[in-house]
């Protein structure tokens, strides 16, 4: 399967989490993180407007223009808070989708479980220091990848500034390593939750890059809808990206435990 059948197909496990939300009543499983990732984005919202705010002010506080016309002022001040607050919301929104990461861990952790006792149909009740550890993995994975996408995303930022006629590529760039980042860190959970170590989960997640890199492609426009995309997007994308691994798994035959034989009953 190659990269852009991989990319069509994380897109369509979208819909295929929808329909294994809806076939296995499990709606109720979303209220929790929902209310937490709204909390999330709200603070994060808020911080960004009081920063912007800041920085425009401390600008005209210690910068005195040329100009005394009002007017003039006045929409230079509406301008700069504008750009400045687009840049400050930008930022922002790479730290919201971390923090989401990082603060949704033990919800992320608990609702793989969910879905991966569902398809496979082992319910029997998850240990305690299993459960620790996934969410410890899930925030040690998504701390190492942040640290990788800013260094990365920095040098893409440089780099356009030396080679003029990159400048137009790097927003598009910077936009699928975050997507790489993201989708990987999904994709773990699920990993995670079938026994994979860390280095045999990286080897599976880098032979899936379409998929990985669409599922975070789709996490990251679907996360800009308002409301919605806050309240649900998080979730969709972890559902999505374990039920789309079992897919390509199922495909070469490769199933996640030797009990897990009915493991793709949520794909039909």
Known sequence: MNFLHQVNTSWLFYYRAYRFLENNNLWRVLIVPAIVNLLISAMVVIVAIKTSGVIVGFFFANVRLASQDSDLLSFIHGVMLVVVR???????????????????????????????????????????????????RGIRIALINLFIEVVLSTIIILISFIISWLIPLAPLLILIIESWFMGYAFADYRNAQCGMNVQDSRRQIRSYTGLVVGNGLIFNIFILIPIVGVLL?????????????NHLEKRKEVLCGSDQSTLMMADS
């Open 233 to 245: 997007a998080p979730m969709f994308a972890l559902i999505a990206s374990g039920l789309s691994i």
């Open 86 to 136: 687009g840049m400050v919301f930008f930022l922002y929104l790479k730290i919201y989708r971390y923090l989401i990461l990082l603060f949704m861990a033990p919800v992320f952790a608990r609702i793989s479980y969910k879905v991966q006792s569902i398809v496979s149909g082992n319910a029997n009740k998850a240990q305690a220091s299993a459960y620790l550890h996934n969410c410890m």
